[in-house]
């Protein structure tokens, strides 16, 4: 009983943060059921991998009711991140996963510089609303309304390849790696492609739990799932992430990414040590 | 953007977000049926005073339906987990139709084309 209302309430706050951000809840369940609640790793992943699904099931609900996110987007770039997960799943054992790591790692060390660029940017949050070929063509400039600065905000994007091929990488390394790519996605949306961040978010939202339905079969089947795990987590999540998308929508871009920073730091952080053989 | 772009963007978002909408619409039926299976297996935790298995948990269609029809709460709770797992799915089905209705026939072949890929990886998952 205490166990299970524990994971309720570590399914709301994760489903929370996670719909904020567009990030599964991964990074903070992994380590509270393995470290704090002593569990195999094992199931550990299996239940944040269902966290992921009902981060992006519950939080999407509300994203598509209120218009925050881009289906467009999310369709488009998901082919290159359901590809590179599955290529990435075939070629487990051919890299060295210590170089992926440092390689990912160094990759969200420089994004976290970035985005303390955009945040220190004097002009504020910037739209891009240029034309751009690729972008007419597929369609995808959108519009949202922003409740923190109540006001519609139409927006273009750029470099839809480059989004498209980190898309790709961000699948390889899940499949490679047993990671999950939501912050990466953010990250391709927001800083290669200069999507408002938070489309990027709700779009990544709905795109991390279709990458996730492909690996949670697996875990489903091979046995890491634990219903007594995975039903009260769940339920915690799906409403924990539906307060999540409210909370998401009335704060300030720049909050946003002020939460968002710490959080990759601290992923680039671990992933560059566990590359060099340090866990935490 | 040009006067002519933003009107025919205008008009396509209006489009898309009906698309949106019935798209939610359904999600949201999928998510909750999950979430009621996995709640009515919880209770049934709680009722039966344990999971209904002396050891592991049931993880193929079987022994999950068998366990169903024998009122053990692990195999309810597996079978709103797995429903949960299946939402996704859900979401890029209903939305290939939502741009078929749409006339959109780029984003049909590109949403169809996320279903297959997205298929043939769950079809991997459970063969592993």
Redesign the interface.
């Known amino acids: 009983?205490n166990s299970?209302l524990l994971l309720l309430i570590m399914g709301i706050a994760a489903g929370c943060l996670g719909a904020v951000l567009g990030i599964g809840g991964g990074m903070i369940i992994t380590p509270v059921l393995t470290i704090m609640m002593g569990m195999d790793i094992k199931y550990a992943i299996g239940a944040s991998i269902?966290s992921v699904?009902?981060t992006?099931?519950?939080s999407?609900?509300a994203y598509?009711?209120d218009?925050m996110?881009n289906?467009?987007v999310a369709?488009?770039l998901?082919?290159a991140t359901?590809?590179g997960?599955?290529m990435g799943?075939l070629l487990v054992g051919v890299f060295s996963s210590t170089f992926l790591y440092v390689l990912f790692g160094f990759f969200l060390l420089y994004s976290t510089y970035n985005m303390i660029r955009k945040l220190m940017d004097k002009k504020g949050e910037s739209i891009y609303?240029?034309?751009d070929k690729i972008v007419?063509k597929?369609?995808l400039?959108?519009?949202y309304y922003d409740k923190a600065e109540q006001k519609q905000v139409?927006y273009?994007m750029k470099n839809v390849p480059g989004g498209f091929i980190m898309m790709w990488a961000a699948g390889l390394a899940s499949g490679l790696l047993g990671i999950g790519s939501g912050a990466f996605k953010v990250i391709a949306m927001d800083t290669i492609m200069e999507m408002p961040l938070k489309p990027s978010s709700a779009t990544s939202n709905?795109m991390m739990?279709?990458t996730?339905?492909?690996?949670?079969?697996?875990y489903?089947?091979?046995?890491s799932?634990?219903?007594?795990i995975?039903?009260?987590l769940?339920?915690g999540v799906?409403a924990g992430a539906l307060i999540g998308a409210r909370v998401m929508q009335v704060l300030k871009p720049k909050v946003i990414r002020m939460i968002f920073i710490p959080i990759i730091l601290y992923m680039g952080v671990q992933m560059v040590l566990k590359g060099f053989g340090v866990s935490f | 953007?040009?006067e002519k772009?933003k009107v025919d963007?205008k008009k396509?978002?209006e489009e898309?977000?009906q698309?949106?909408?019935v798209?939610?619409k359904i999600?949201?039926v999928?998510?909750i049926t999950?979430?009621i299976v996995?709640?009515i297996?919880?209770a049934m935790?709680?009722i039966n005073g344990g999971?209904g298995y002396d050891s592991?948990?049931p993880?193929?269609f079987s022994a999950i339906f068998s366990g169903i029809a024998a009122g053990k709460?692990?195999a309810v709770?597996?079978l709103?987990?797995?429903f949960?797992?299946?939402?996704?799915?859900l979401?890029?089905v209903v939305?290939i139709y939502a741009f078929y209705k749409e006339n959109?026939k780029?984003?049909v072949i590109?949403?169809t084309?996320?279903l297959i890929?997205?298929i043939?990886?769950?079809m991997?998952?459970?063969r592993?």
């Open positions: 009983m299970m269902i699904i009902a992006s099931s519950g999407t609900i598509l009711k218009d996110l289906l467009r369709m488009f998901e082919i359901t590809v997960a599955i799943a609303t240029s034309d007419n597929l369609n400039a959108s519009t139409d273009s709905l739990g279709v996730a339905a492909a690996s949670a079969t697996v489903f089947f091979n046995g799932i634990k219903p007594d995975a039903g009260p769940a339920i799906l | 953007m040009s772009t963007s396509m978002h898309t977000r698309v949106e909408l798209i939610g999600l949201r999928g998510v999950s979430a996995i709640l297996g919880i935790y709680f999971g592991g948990f993880r193929r709460s692990y709770i597996m709103g987990v797995f949960l797992i299946l939402t996704p799915v979401r890029v939305s959109d780029l984003y590109i949403t084309a996320v890929i997205l043939f990886a769950m991997m998952g459970y592993s």
